[in-house]
């Protein structure tokens, strides 16, 4: 029997209408806010992912050869395709733009709960602010749309600035191998490359800043940064919103191109794959040809947000199961289009079964039975049967359709 690939997943129609109804509450929480949606291509030039988003990444990416001889990647992540998109699509267009996607990525990551090989982000990308106020509405649109999921998690946020002023002095590799340490919370690493580097000084600072939640406390540990005014702005307007998070200035991110404000959620019960959302400011226009554009995104792991939730029943549909014998089948059509019509989902025996089997079907199907057979194909009404109640009745087709409308809406 053949199998799916390793790290991807199939999902059954219960399992994608709970799925569906949390995208569909993120997808209203982004409109409200003014994040229109986009999409970019699954697969893109290998290039546009190894400029600037990291190590990690790179060693994680499907990459494969077309038939033109070409470097093409699946996309491991979304925010370099947005923004070649941007310069490609809408670079004249006025700023800001808030964008929004809903898309599956593709990292070869060993498997794990909570961790696939094909996996859903549900990202935005503000494009063209350069504020504390863009950065604050980020994490305040970050924070509501988890909220409207229902998921429990904390959120941190943190700055680059801070941790790269403490080792702005050693050689750029040196500075990617501490902060991948510290992203990863990795102290004993830490250790022993700042002892390679006879840098051993810098642990107690590097510690104490990934320790404190405190935002002066931050500032006297890692010096003033030139970004220090529009921090304190940002965590003010976080705080005037009321947005549940805390200071963590030892936030790394995986990715090669964030500069700035940097923030990431973690969901209580998931173990170690737990965190939910990622995201920051960064510049990655000028890169692809573009003018040198700010911008700030972030994307949810949206499979881990369905695992955190566990099991979620989306609400059911009412369902119709339609009995007919061969002398009512052309009403029944009618009366089938006049329901689906009415927006109610309709379902018409399809098995040739005598009028029992069909009812027994429909009874575990179904919340209604209409049956349509030569009495009421004559008289025009239809035999509406409550699956749950055994009520039966015969009766108008336009009662019909409101009795299990009114079903419906309760
Ligand atoms: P990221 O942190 O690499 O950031 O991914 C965002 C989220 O995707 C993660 O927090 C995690 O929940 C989820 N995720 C990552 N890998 C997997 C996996 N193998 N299986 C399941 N879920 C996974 C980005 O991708 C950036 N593009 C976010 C961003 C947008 N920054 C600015 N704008």
Redesign the pocket.
Known sequence: MLQKPRGTRDFLPDEMEARRAVEWRLREVARRWGYREVCTPEFEDLELFTMRSGEGIIEEMYVFEDKGGRKMALRP???AAVIRMYINEAKVAPKPLRWCYYADCF?Y?RPQK???RQ?W?F?V?LIGADTAAADAEVIMLASDMLNSTGVKYELKVGHLSLMRNLVKDLEPVMQRKVRAHLDKKDFDGLKATLESLNRSDLAGSLTALVETRNLAEAFEIAGAIPEKERLEQTVASLDACGVKYSLNFGIA???DYYTGVVF?AFAENLGAEN??????T?RLAHLFGGDDVASC?????F??VMVSLGETTAKKDTIVGLVCMPEGRKRALEVGRAFRDAGIRTEMDLMERGLGAQLAHAAKSADFAVVIGKKEAESGEVTLKNLHSGEQKTTSLEAALAEVRAHGAR
């Open positions: 992540e979304i925010t990292r990551e909570g961790r696939y996996f982000q990202g990308e991110r995986g990715l990431e965190q939910i959302l990622g995201g920051g960064y995104g972030f994307a949810i792991g499979d881990r």
